[in-house]
């Protein structure tokens, strides 16, 4: 873990990732108070899960625009996202109607899902093991929330935060215009592997029978310690398909674990917007703490019990949606809100990255955790206010007991495609599984 976490690639991808999950959510938490300046607490609840949904529209986009541009267009592509930007929160900041600020936000929220995912996907390919995959997301996290908390208890100006936001997004789209030009340079060096050797064909990439857009960092150092054992053989190859009944599953879990979140969100931001509570200050803290312990808990025996710790955090959100439904203090619904909240995020956001790299297109589905979650929340977004707003205690309880149920049958239904056997290691991933199984042909010739 010390190894790994001294690293250039591993501190580089780590804080991109949290750089750009500050800016996401700050940027959430700034359009909020914008837009509750003149709109009720329910239509600014409304735009919110909105403007989550287009974000899930921006996350979809990224694997396109890479399809379709190429190599220098790709950074032209990001470099005028950046100017786009960081219009929008010029937008955002100033007097306007709440049509167009409405829009910038939309618009704005666009733009942070395609540079969301393009920063998820740097992310799998610059950590080279995945053994603690979970402990990286959750530090991500937990660094990201404490930088939202210090930005939210240190600057009270409005231009001030826009400025932090628009240099958290240069950053980001900084280390991305790097890592394309790495891509970039591998890519221009290919037609000059095809004409070589096949033992030079191997060491570009392992698995001769899979293209470098299958495969989606030939440059990670496992790929080049399979490539020095020289074996390259069928043992070492995982069919792409092997991953989708998992994915299927995975993305109905995590809609349906959204729908209880939401609803406890929904109950929080309503609050916020209200001025019962001001959830920027001191709770962030706490959804801090239960990302770090997320990424540790979750990476315990090769993440063998992720699923059963994510289901317990389930059975606590659902027993929170009750005592709130039941007159309990909204003091406590925050926090098993916030405790649970960070689980949640390390745990979709781990398992999609590791999922990622058994599929045909990583660049989709390594950021696919945050999209869907989203675009869950945008969906269930009228049924959950409705449902809040209705003040039917019964109908919201025996709802979400009925979504826990339904958590409970999908969560027990993936757990059983993880088993070993299915999965293609357990708790790894295909590099992973390359890397073990070369260091071990490598001990032995």
């Not at 095809?194 to 989606?216: K, L, R, W």
């Not at 999609?352 to 269930?380: H, I, K, Y």
């Not at 007991?401 to 299915?422: Q, R």
Request: hydrophobic share 50%.
């Amino acid at each position: 873990m010390k190894q790994e976490l001294t690293k250039l690639a591993s501190l580089r991808a780590i804080s991109m990732l949290a750089v750009f999950t500050f800016l996401f959510l700050s940027t959430e938490y700034f359009y909020v108070n914008q837009i509750a300046q003149n709109a009720s607490s329910a239509r600014t609840v409304n735009v919110q899960n909105y403007a989550l949904g287009v974000s899930a529209v921006g996350f979809c986009l990224y694997p396109l625009l890479f399809r379709f541009f190429r190599d220098r267009l790709r950074s032209a592509v990001f470099f005028t996202l950046a100017m786009l930007a960081i219009v929008c929160f010029v937008i955002l900041g100033s007097p306007v109607p709440s049509g167009l600020l409405t829009a910038a936000g939309m618009l704005l929220f666009l733009v942070l899902g395609i540079l969301g995912n393009a920063v998820h996907y740097h992310f799998l390919c610059e950590i080279s093991d995945k053994k603690y995959f979970a402990r990286m997301v959750g530090i991500s996290y937990g660094f990201a929330i404490l930088l939202q908390f210090l930005n939210n208890s240190l600057i009270s100006s409005a231009l001030a935060e826009q400025l932090l936001l628009c240099a958290a997004l240069l950053f980001i789209v900084f280390f991305l215009f790097r890592f394309q030009h790495r891509e970039a340079s591998r890519s221009s060096q290919m037609p000059d592997t095809a004409n070589s050797s096949p033992q030079a064909s191997d060491a570009t990439n392992p698995c001769p029978q899979v293209s470098d857009m299958t495969n989606p960092c030939p440059h990670m150092p496992d790929a080049s310690a399979c490539a020095a054992s020289g074996n390259t053989g069928s043992q070492h190859k995982l069919p792409a398909s092997g991953a989708l009944p998992q994915l299927v599953l995975l993305i109905f879990l995590v809609i349906f674990m959204t729908c209880i979140f939401s609803t406890l969100d929904n109950t929080v931001t309503l609050g916020h917007a209200d001025g019962t509570m001001d959830i920027g200050q001191w709770p962030r803290v706490l959804l801090a703490c239960s990302g770090l312990a997320a990424g540790f808990l979750f990476d315990l025996h090769d993440r063998r019990f992720m699923n059963l710790i994510m289901y317990c955090i389930m059975m606590l959100s659902t027993l929170s949606v009750a005592i709130l439904q039941l007159g309990g203090s909204f003091l406590i619904g925050l926090i098993v809100f916030y405790l649970s909240s960070g689980f949640f995020v390390v745990f979709f956001t781990t398992s999609f990255l590791a999922l990622s790299e058994d599929t045909r297109c990583p660049r989709l589905w390594a950021g696919m955790g945050r999209a869907v979650n989203n675009a869950g929340a945008a969906l269930v977004s009228n049924l959950s206010l409705s449902l809040i707003a209705s003040n039917s205690s019964i109908t919201l309880i025996i709802t979400a007991l009925l979504l826990f149920a339904t958590v409970s049958i999908l969560i027990a239904a993936y757990s059983m495609l993880k088993e070993p056997g299915v999965q293609t290691e357990t708790g790894g991933t295909m590099t992973h599984k390359m890397q073990a199984a070369c260091e071990a042909n490598a001990s032995h010739n």
